[in-house]
């Protein structure tokens, strides 16, 4: 089994914080501030905005897409790498 060094470690955690963040803590902050809950802008009858949400979207989206290609690229990283603690020398099984 691969173990985690500190560059895993500093990846993932970093990875996985900003999905976090965009999901789970702006999400958070848009619903502490209330009404409305819709990701875009809403409208009336004649087009004109009645409310926007309180965080772009965008910024949310991009906090996502960010985390996922940090996470995608760390693991293009383990893929790569070769495990150079691994061993590899063949162990003797006795049958029973």
């Known amino acids: ?3 985690f060094d500190i560059t895993d470690k500093i990846a993932t955690a970093f990875g996985a914080g900003l999905v976090l963040l965009g999901i789970v803590g702006l999400g958070l ?3 502490l501030a209330g009404k409305p809950y819709s990701p875009v802008p ?19 989206t991009g906090l996502v ?5 940090v996470l995608f690229v760390w693991g293009l990283y383990r893929a790569a790498t070769p495990d ?3 061993d590899r020398t063949p162990t003797e099984v006795t049958a029973d």
Do not use: K, Y
Request: proline share 6%; aromatic share 0%; net charge negative.
């Open 65 to 69: 897409l960010l985390g996922l290609v």
């Open 29 to 31: 902050v848009e619903l």
């Open 42 to 60: 809403l409208t009336n009858e004649a087009g004109e905005v009645i409310a926007t949400p309180a965080i772009d979207p965008t910024l949310r």
């Open 84 to 86: 150079a603690g691994a």
């Open 1 to 3: 089994m691969n173990q």
